[in-house]
């Protein structure tokens, strides 16, 4: 899992977050382990976002895009969903009857 826009801190961090997911769901939902190596670690404070988007700016950078990239930008905007999950969006997964 590498996020490209992640420093190496923030990428250890979500590399932690992670295990310990995994870790929980194997002991929780599968029962297949009776402890989490990563219970116990302290997470770094994350660093508040300094900058928002102003609507102008969204404006310009909307106006700019390709039509692709004008779809990603609405369905984040309206979604609040991740780089992640809209870059693993298919066609398929859109229905033509709603």
């Given at each position: 899992?590498?996020?490209?826009?992640?420093?190496?801190?923030?990428?250890?961090?979500?590399?932690?977050?992670?295990?310990?997911?995994?870790?929980?769901?194997?002991?929780?939902?599968?029962?297949?382990?009776?402890?989490?190596?990563?219970?116990?670690?302290?997470?770094?404070?994350?660093?508040?976002?300094?900058?928002?988007?102003?609507?102008?700016?969204?404006?310009?950078?909307?106006?700019?895009?390709?039509?692709?990239?004008?779809?990603?930008?609405?369905?984040?905007?309206?979604t609040?969903?991740?780089?992640?999950?809209?870059?693993?969006?298919?066609?398929g997964?859109?229905?033509?009857?709603?």
């Open positions: 899992m590498k996020c490209p826009a992640c420093t190496s801190t923030e990428q250890r961090v979500l590399s932690i977050q992670l295990l310990s997911r995994m870790f929980r769901l194997a002991r929780v939902r599968w029962g297949l382990t009776t402890f989490n190596p990563c219970d116990g670690i302290e997470y770094l404070p994350e660093t508040p976002r300094d900058q928002y988007v102003s609507d102008e700016r969204y404006a310009k950078i909307y106006e700019a895009a390709s039509p692709i990239l004008q779809c990603m930008l609405e369905i984040s905007t309206q609040g969903a991740r780089a992640g999950m809209i870059f693993d969006i298919r066609i997964d859109f229905d033509e009857q709603s």
